[in-house]
Nanobody, 119 residues
Framework: QVQLVESGGGLVQAGGSLRLSCEASGSTFSIRVMGWYRQVPGKQRELVATITADDNIVYADSVKGRFTISRDNAKNTVYLQMNSLKPEDTAVYYC?????????????WGQGTQVTVSS
């Protein structure tokens, strides 16, 4: 019941910035947690940052101090501001939404957006 569309990925030089967006549609009222995950070939998908409906935020240690996650006023779009990008940040970034379990037992994923950081 939730659809996610990521945007904002691209190619950037080390030290640069990108801003990712994830727009949720459908049963957006039910979303409890939204987050960003990333994956590179040969590695497990890893958490980057999550934000809850009450603005509790968690960052991976690897991005803490460089990335900022936020939501819009309608709580249906989540952003990931990525600063001081490093080549090791190169990955496909996926948006995730977790509805409140009262409404929906599913997890939802976007299709991913490629972020490439050059040296």
């Amino acid at each position: 019941q939730v659809q996610l569309v990521e945007s904002g990925g691209g190619l950037v030089q080390a030290g640069g910035s990108l801003r990712l967006s994830c727009e949720a549609s459908g049963s957006t009222f039910s979303i409890r947690v939204m987050g960003w995950y990333r994956q590179v070939p040969g590695k497990q998908r890893e958490l980057v940052a999550t934000i809850t409906a009450d603005d509790n935020i968690v960052y991976a240690d690897s991005v803490k101090g460089r990335f900022t996650i936020s939501r819009d006023n309608a709580k249906n779009t989540v952003y990931l501001q990525m600063n001081s990008l490093k080549p090791e940040d190169t990955a496909v970034y996926y948006c995730n939404a977790e509805p409140d379990r009262y409404y929906d037992n599913a997890y939802y994923w976007g299709q991913g957006t490629q972020v490439t950081v050059s040296s």
